[in-house]
């Protein structure tokens, strides 16, 4: 395993940290995200942060971050193991149950900063990470708030959204990356996100310029998933977890998402006792850019700095916010 900080990194108004820590037999990489006048003597609320299937936390995730960070609040903005610059073998094999167990190591991690004021804890997840925010935040009722994002919440209904035959399509690789799992061979893999007509887990017109859109310069995304993996989302239905959340939730719907469909997860989301459901007119991988990512981290910080609230106060404008 790697050391517990490798490098540290200044940005305005705060301190950005690479880190690892344990989860299961391997570790999970992430930014830790500070502000200024975080220490032991004066810890700050903490915001974990994961992201959407097969992406890292380079793909959209800072500008987030440096948001929440901007108004008080530190951010843990971790990669799931077996992806990215995480540990893990074999490489790209999404399990739900895994990355879940990363959610729990995760908050594990940052209850053990000396920076952090452990009764002021929160979770943020998008897309995936939306529906583990909502699978987490059942879990652990300690949690002061949850944010999720185009929350994935029923693998039947994303199968749907995929369409019959492209979900069919998939039937010939999962069974021969089985073969492989059984035979300790490598992953037989399939695109994360590729043009309609194409055999990939996501297929809509805008999930492939929407996932390299994302990607920052320099860096080497890889738009590969074990087939095998197609079994652990079909299972997965993190919505039925939210009735059984404990604190205030706010839960972003895209109007248009061609990958989470919005009425079941409008639907789940009512469940949620202390929900805050509120619809935004922008597709799946619309949230992270332009406006749609204003009206959305603006919404987001409100939401967190009404039930986190840290003791400094905000910058003038860090609720306002702007567009970097």
Same mark, same amino acid.
């Given at each position: 395993?790697?050391?517990?900080?490798?490098?540290?990194?200044?940005?305005?108004?705060?301190?950005?940290?690479?880190?690892?820590? =344990?989860?299961?037999?391997?570790?999970?990489?992430?930014?830790?995200?500070?502000?200024?006048?975080?220490?032991?003597?004066?810890?700050?609320?903490?915001?974990?942060?994961?992201?959407?299937?097969?992406?890292?936390?380079?793909?959209?995730?800072?500008?987030?971050?440096?948001?929440?960070?901007?108004?008080?609040?530190?951010?843990?903005?971790?990669?799931?193991?077996?992806?990215?610059?995480?540990?893990?073998?074999?490489?790209?094999?999404?399990?739900?149950?895994?990355?879940?167990?990363?959610?729990?190591?995760?908050?594990?991690?940052?209850?053990?900063?000396?920076?952090?004021?452990?009764?002021?804890?929160?979770?943020?997840?998008?897309?995936?990470?939306?529906?583990?925010?909502?699978?987490?935040?059942?879990?652990?009722?300690?949690?002061?708030?949850?944010?999720?994002?185009?929350?994935?919440?029923?693998?039947?209904?994303?199968?749907?959204?995929?369409?019959?035959?492209?979900?069919?399509?998939?039937?010939?690789?999962?069974?021969?990356?089985?073969?492989?799992?059984?035979?300790?061979?490598?992953?037989?893999?399939?695109?994360?996100?590729?043009?309609?007509?194409? =055999?990939?887990? +996501?297929?809509?017109?805008?999930?492939?310029?929407? +996932?390299?859109?994302?990607?920052?310069?320099?860096?080497?995304?890889?738009?590969?998933?074990?087939?095998?993996?197609?079994?652990?989302?079909?299972?997965?239905?993190?919505?039925?977890?939210? =009735?059984?959340?404990? +604190?205030?939730?706010?839960?972003?719907?895209?109007?248009?998402?061609?990958?989470?469909?919005?009425?079941?997860?409008?639907?789940?989301?009512?469940?949620?006792?202390?929900?805050?459901?509120?619809?935004?007119?922008?597709?799946?991988?619309?949230?992270?850019?332009?406006?749609?990512?204003?009206?959305?981290? =603006?919404?987001?910080?409100?939401?967190?700095?009404?039930?986190?609230?840290?003791?400094?106060?905000?910058?003038?404008?860090?609720?306002?916010?702007?567009?970097?």
């Amino acid at each position: 395993m790697k050391g517990d900080q490798v490098k540290n990194e200044t940005t305005t108004g705060s301190e950005r940290r690479n880190v690892t820590f =344990r989860s299961g037999d391997s570790y999970c990489a992430g930014w830790l995200y500070l502000p200024d006048g975080a220490s032991a003597d004066n810890p700050v609320p903490i915001v974990v942060m994961g992201h959407g299937f097969g992406a890292t936390r380079e793909l959209g995730l800072a500008p987030y971050a440096e948001r929440f960070v901007a108004a008080g609040l530190g951010a843990l903005v971790f990669t799931y193991r077996g992806l990215g610059d995480s540990g893990g073998e074999p490489r790209q094999v999404l399990s739900m149950p895994r990355q879940v167990a990363d959610w729990d190591a995760a908050l594990a991690y940052a209850s053990s900063l000396p920076e952090a004021d452990t009764g002021r804890l929160a979770i943020w997840g998008s897309s995936v990470g939306g529906g583990h925010a909502i699978e987490v935040a059942s879990r652990h009722p300690e949690l002061r708030a949850a944010v999720s994002q185009c929350p994935f919440t029923d693998g039947i209904a994303s199968a749907r959204a995929l369409g019959v035959g492209a979900a069919l399509s998939m039937t010939g690789p999962v069974l021969r990356d089985l073969m492989a799992a059984a035979l300790g061979k490598k992953p037989v893999t399939v695109p994360v996100a590729a043009s309609p007509g194409r =055999r990939a887990f +996501m297929t809509a017109p805008d999930a492939l310029p929407g +996932m390299l859109e994302l990607v920052p310069p320099g860096h080497q995304w890889v738009n590969e998933a074990a087939a095998r993996s197609l079994l652990s989302v079909l299972r997965y239905r993190p919505g039925r977890s939210a =009735r059984r959340i404990a +604190m205030p939730i706010l839960i972003c719907i895209s109007t248009t998402d061609s990958v989470a469909p919005a009425d079941v997860a409008d639907r789940y989301a009512r469940q949620a006792p202390l929900g805050d459901v509120r619809h935004y007119e922008a597709g799946h991988f619309g949230f992270y850019v332009g406006d749609a990512y204003k009206e959305l981290v =603006r919404d987001q910080v409100e939401f967190l700095v009404q039930h986190l609230r840290p003791t400094a106060p905000a910058p003038k404008g860090a609720l306002a916010g702007s567009d970097s």
